[in-house]
């Protein structure tokens, strides 16, 4: 962290103001609530279907991969653009490519275009990499620290609603009897999602700046920063060469490997079936979120432990669910099915995409968690996340690439993720092993501070020259989902 970083000063505050209900933390929470609802939610939710509903998966492979390329370039870099022009504006550029991506989907269902949807897939990616530079921002940032879980449980819900309204209005437009066959979903959905996703836009633009933020304790929004780009620069640097970020970048790239889902959906199922596994495979990534949350939030183990215990329990969930996968995809390989949801094989073939998705939601919780532990200091956090977050991107924009064409059976893609997994389990033991977590004092100053509830609370204003002294940084996280 370089001497122009900035702190928090604990100044006496000579006066009291009234909170605006649109600068509070929970409005802003439900801003970016909103926006992740609506535009990388609906993303989720489309993809789920498998090939983002197309009949084939190759030419939606190709522009996810496109996607994810130049989002992890985003994510990585995000940080600096966001400094010069600011969370709202950076979050509203990050909102509007998804209906240009959603929106080539539609050309290429109902007229059979392609290059738009290439197009779309570009501005979603430069869109992507800033939305995830200023969500995360928003989402550590902006709330007082002792709220800042409840916060991110706000962010996280509302990002998981947005594949789950997405995957029932899919069903619900693809659900007769005509759907039961293979093919892609009706032109319709995808009018529904652009006009959806063109409100997210707006919406971003009603997030207050850092600075007009007021929270409950009176306390205002620090987050360190460098003094200039070229700082920000050499700090992300020096992050990257860490022994231990290093040893981590294997399962940074295992945990969203797994693209070959979506071409594994088109090829066994049906239209409606492959709406149905869209809607309900979201809540067993909620179980797994849950579950896992529940673990690493247990006090009545040390952090450490619940840390070492999580990396056995993702472990175990991974061996259960490739194992699985590997019997049905070898089975199906010799007799390929065509399930509708009423076939008596459809369930069989829907656990392996909820097995799948069930690990990978324990990872991805587990993974974020294990990043927190290594720095109290939000600045390195944030590159951490953002190194995090683009090492995600750039997997999954090869494993888009990979599944772009049609391998025999699957194994070549079933094939490199499970060596991956299996060469970053070690690596990333040493890390754990080696961990001292950064201990967290979570209880509440007074009881009064953990039971107030958002507006009752009235700030303490700072003055002028107190005000100067902070300085508004950046955070690229990302978390879940594919998106």
């Known amino acids: 962290m370089s001497s122009s ?3 928090s000063a604990a100044v006496p505050p000579p006066a009291t103001q009234k909170r605006t209900w ?25 993809n789920s279907l498998g090939a983002g509903g197309a009949q084939e998966p190759y030419l939606v492979n190709a522009a ?11 994510c990585l870099f995000g940080a600096p653009i966001a400094n010069r022009i600011g969370l709202s504006w950076t979050l509203f550029l990050g909102a509007v490519g998804y209906p240009l991506y959603s929106a080539g989907l539609y050309t290429n269902n109902r007229y059979g275009n392609e290059w738009f949807v290439l197009v779309g897939a570009v501005a979603c990616g430069f869109s992507a990499g800033l939305f995830w530079a200023s969500e995360g921002a928003i989402a550590l940032g902006y709330p007082e620290p002792g709220k800042r879980g409840r916060y991110m449980n706000i962010w996280l819900w509302f990002r998981t609603g947005g594949p789950l309204v997405g995957g029932a209005i899919v069903l619900a437009l693809n659900h007769d009897a005509h759907s039961k066959a293979k093919g892609k979903v009706g032109y319709q959905t995808y009018l529904v999602f652009i006009a959806l996703q063109c409100i997210a836009a707006p919406i ?21 920063s460098e003094g200039s780009i070229g700082a920000e620069f050499k700090a992300l ?22 693209q070959y889902s979506g071409n594994f959906q088109s090829y066994y199922f049906g239209v409606r079936a492959r709406a149905l596994i869209g809607f309900v495979g979201n809540f067993g990534t909620l179980l797994s979120s849950q579950l896992i949350s529940a673990l690493l939030d247990y006090k009545g183990f040390a952090v450490k432990k619940r840390i070492i215990i999580g990396f056995w329990w993702v472990v175990a969930w991974h061996i259960i669910a490739w194992t699985y996968g590997w019997v049905v995809q070898e089975k199906y390989t010799r007799n390929p099915p065509a399930y509708d949801w009423e076939d008596k ?5 829907f656990f392996v995409l909820i097995l799948w998705d069930f690990a990978r939601q324990s990872l991805q919780n587990w993974l974020y968690y294990l ?9 390195e956090l944030t590159r951490f996340s953002g190194i995090l977050r ?20 699957g194994r070549v893609p079933l094939a490199v993720n499970t060596i991956l997994l299996f060469l970053a389990a070690f690596p990333t033991w040493l890390v754990v092993r080696d961990l001292v977590p950064i201990e967290r004092d979570t209880k509440p100053t007074s009881d009064n501070e953990s039971h107030v509830e958002e507006g009752l609370k009235e700030p303490q204003a700072l003055d002028s020259e107190t005000k100067e002294k902070f300085a508004i940084g950046k955070v690229s996280v990302g978390v879940d989902a594919a998106m």
């Open 5 to 7: 970083s900035t702190a």
């Open 371 to 379: 990043v927190a532990n290594k720095t109290d200091n939000i600045s």
């Open 204 to 224: 971003a633009l009603l997030l207050s700046p850092p600075e007009k933020v007021q929270r409950a304790d009176g306390s205002k929004v620090v987050i360190k």
């Open 237 to 258: 640097w020096a992050s990257c060469k860490r022994k231990d970020i290093v040893l981590l970048l294997p399962i940074f790239w295992a945990a969203y490997f797994n």
């Open 390 to 409: 683009g090492q995600e991107s750039f997997a999954q924009a090869v494993s888009y690439g990979l599944n772009t064409k049609k391998w025999f059976g």
């Open 22 to 46: 649109y600068h509070t933390t929970l409005f802003n929470a439900f801003v970016i609530g909103a926006v992740g609802f609506i535009a990388p939610g609906l993303w989720n939710a489309m």
């Open 345 to 349: 094989g459809f369930v069989e073939g």
């Open 64 to 74: 996810n991969s496109l996607v994810f390329g130049i989002m992890g370039f985003l």
